[in-house]
């Protein structure tokens, strides 16, 4: 395990905010159960509190600690097709789980896992589902490699895990709390199936 990945892990579990690569664009994460931890990177990144904020994880069984019910037809068609990779599936979680700030006021959760082994070995080894929004100031541009991380942004973590995103593009977001599923914001993934 290369140094910086070590640090991010012991940073996390510890309450620390880190930015690290992941497969779509660079995020900026934090632990999901620790409400300190959460509030500071929503102060951090400007964000609504209005506004839910991604959750990644490292497998579907992680996910479904959170979640309230997967139903077959998500899991066959989205998770194991598209995961890992740049599908944020949004269904309905167990909200005494999630910080409120996590759920946007909502009773619903958006995860995903992501196709990037930094990200994937950072989670699996925290043990538990980090926030993924990217690494970026409110309404500011998507950081796709290093080099756009804003400075001043930057200044304000606890640590920094470079990194290349093969993607470089913003996730695909599937509300599946409703029936047939809805797109809500189309990125990287193409969603081709039936969602009946």
């Known amino acids: 395990m290369n140094q910086q990945v070590a640090k991010a892990i012991e940073a996390l579990k510890v309450g620390g905010i880190v930015i690290f690569p992941t497969d779509t664009a660079f995020g900026i994460g934090c632990v999901i159960d620790n409400e300190e931890a959460v509030k500071r990177l929503f102060d951090i990144r400007k964000r609504p509190s209005t506004q839910a904020t991604p959750v990644l994880v490292e497998s579907i069984d992680m996910a479904r600690e959170y979640l309230v019910d997967i ?24 909200a005494e789980k999630v910080p409120e700030l996590v759920r946007g006021g909502t009773d619903t959760l958006g995860v995903r896992i992501p196709n990037h082994p930094v990200a994937l070995e950072i989670i699996r080894n925290v043990g538990k589902p980090i926030l993924g929004p990217s690494a970026n100031f409110h309404g500011e541009l998507t950081p796709y490699t290093f080099e756009d991380l804003n400075p001043e942004l930057v ?42």
């Open 71 to 94: 139903p077959e037809h998500i899991e066959e068609k989205l998770m194991k097709k598209y995961w890992p990779g740049a599908l944020t599936i949004v269904l309905e979680c167990q």
């Open 155 to 196: 200044k304000l973590v606890d640590l920094v895990v470079p990194g290349e995103c093969s993607v470089r593009e913003a996730s695909t977001v599937i509300d599946c709390t409703v029936s047939p599923w809805k797109t809500i914001r189309q990125g990287a993934t193409t969603v081709s199936d039936s969602n009946t």
